[in-house]
Each structure stands twice: as structure tokens, then as C-alpha cells.
């Protein structure tokens, strides 16, 4: 009897420690809202003109899906991005775009507790541009007057959450050139601070 007892509460252990293993591990779904500062510079293009990194800002919703220490991460924000150029003659010719960026990361987190974790992540970044504005430049009109609209670029970084707080230090590179006659890539620096509505 005393075997047939010892039998029964090890199996309801076992069951209640299997349940309580995947009810952490059942994806938990957060919504939430984002802003930050952008610093971008773009690749020359030219062996005339030399990038310079530019201040910028960032700001739209995000989501996340956690999976245990897993999560999937989608953004979608309004990005305005300046960079400029040291030129051979002197000037310093300006551009300055906005773009939608909608970058899609897997991260894995190295802390995971309740209230406090520690992250790293990659992934891609899709980018749509609005608006282009630039100094008037015959190396930059030239080379920017076909603006590209769609650019695919990558990105990587690490963040802290806190509760319902969250802040990450990422870079973003282009894949494809922001003006094919320019063949220029942008790179950027991007701190982001956001609040998880739930």
C-alpha cells in the first residue's frame, strides 16, 4: 500500500511539474509603445564627400511574443534620419529622410526573471521612405535624385527590461543602397526606450 501511495504521488508530481513547465513555456503576447534617438550616417558613395553620423529621432508601437527565454519582437516606427558629408571643397552638404521602418527581431534573454531581464537579438529591418530633403549639392543632387523608396537592411543589439519598462542599444546597417546612382548604405545607431501597455 505504502509502495502503491509513494507510486501515485510520484506521478502526480511528475504531472503537476510537466503542466507547470509548459504553462511557462505557453507564448505570452505584450503590446506596447516606443520612442528613441537615431544616429545615422550614410557610406559616401563618392570619393569626394565623407559621411558623418547625424541625430535623429524615432517613435511607434511595438509587440512581443515571449517563449520562455525566447521572444519574436515587431516594430513599427516613424523614423526622421540626418546625416552629412565633408566635402573636398569645403562644404558640408545635408540629407536628411523620414521613413517607416518595421523591423522584425528574435532575441534570447541571458537574465530571465519576473521583473528584470537581460536580452540580446537580430534580425530585419524593412524601411519605406517618405520624404527626402537635401542641401543643395551638385555631388548630392546628382546622386539622390532617384531616391529609393523600399531599402532592406539588418540589425542587432542587446536590452534591459524592467517590468513593464524597456530600453535596447541596437545597429542597423543597409543592404541595399538608399539611391542606386549614389550606392549609398545607411548605418545606424538607434537607443530605444519603451513601455509595454500589457
Same mark, same amino acid.
Given at each position: 500500500?505504502?509502495?502503491?501511495?509513494? $507510486?501515485?504521488?510520484?506521478?502526480?508530481?511528475?504531472? &503537476?511539474?510537466? +503542466?507547470? =513547465?509548459? /504553462?511557462?513555456? =505557453? #507564448?505570452?503576447?505584450?503590446?506596447?509603445?516606443?520612442?528613441?534617438?537615431?544616429?545615422?550616417?550614410? *557610406?559616401?558613395?563618392?570619393?569626394?564627400?565623407?559621411?558623418?553620423?547625424?541625430?535623429?529621432?524615432?517613435?511607434?508601437?511595438?509587440?512581443?511574443?515571449?517563449?520562455?527565454?525566447?521572444?519574436?519582437?515587431?516594430? /513599427?516606427?516613424?523614423?526622421?534620419?540626418?546625416?552629412?558629408?565633408?566635402?573636398?571643397?569645403?562644404?558640408?552638404?545635408?540629407? &536628411?529622410?523620414?521613413?517607416?521602418?518595421? #523591423?522584425? +527581431?528574435?532575441?534570447?534573454?541571458?537574465? @530571465?526573471?519576473?521583473?528584470?531581464? +537581460?536580452? $540580446?537579438?537580430?534580425?530585419? +529591418?524593412? *524601411?519605406?521612405?517618405?520624404?527626402?530633403?537635401? %542641401?543643395?549639392?551638385? /555631388?548630392?543632387?546628382?546622386?539622390?535624385? @532617384?531616391?529609393?523608396?523600399?531599402?532592406?537592411?539588418? =540589425?542587432?543589439?542587446?536590452?534591459?527590461?524592467?517590468?513593464?519598462?524597456? $530600453?535596447?542599444?541596437?545597429?542597423? =546597417?543597409?543592404?541595399?543602397?538608399? %539611391?542606386?546612382?549614389?550606392? %549609398?548604405?545607411?548605418?545606424?545607431?538607434?537607443?530605444?526606450?519603451?513601455?509595454?501597455?500589457?
Amino acid at each position: 500500500m505504502k509502495q502503491q501511495i509513494l $507510486a501515485l504521488s510520484t506521478f502526480l508530481l511528475c504531472i &503537476t511539474c510537466s +503542466v507547470e =513547465t509548459k /504553462a511557462q513555456q =505557453t #507564448p505570452a503576447f505584450h503590446i506596447g509603445i516606443k520612442g528613441g534617438a537615431n544616429f545615422t550616417k550614410t *557610406s559616401a558613395g563618392s570619393s569626394s564627400l565623407e559621411g558623418k553620423y547625424g541625430f535623429g529621432y524615432q517613435g511607434g508601437i511595438m509587440t512581443r511574443m515571449d517563449i520562455g527565454r525566447l521572444y519574436v519582437q515587431g516594430e /513599427a516606427l516613424f523614423n526622421k534620419r540626418k546625416t552629412s558629408f565633408d566635402s573636398k571643397d569645403g562644404s558640408s552638404p545635408k540629407l &536628411t529622410w523620414n521613413s517607416v521602418d518595421v #523591423p522584425i +527581431v528574435i532575441g534570447y534573454k541571458l537574465i @530571465n526573471d519576473k521583473d528584470f531581464n +537581460v536580452r $540580446a537579438f537580430a534580425g530585419g +529591418v524593412y *524601411s519605406y521612405a517618405l520624404k527626402n530633403n537635401l %542641401s543643395t549639392s551638385k /555631388a548630392l543632387q546628382d546622386g539622390f535624385k @532617384n531616391f529609393d523608396k523600399s531599402n532592406i537592411g539588418i =540589425t542587432g543589439g542587446i536590452g534591459i527590461d524592467y517590468k513593464n519598462f524597456s $530600453a535596447d542599444l541596437r545597429y542597423e =546597417t543597409g543592404l541595399s543602397s538608399i %539611391s542606386k546612382e549614389f550606392k %549609398s548604405k545607411p548605418h545606424s545607431f538607434t537607443l530605444g526606450i519603451g513601455y509595454f501597455l500589457f
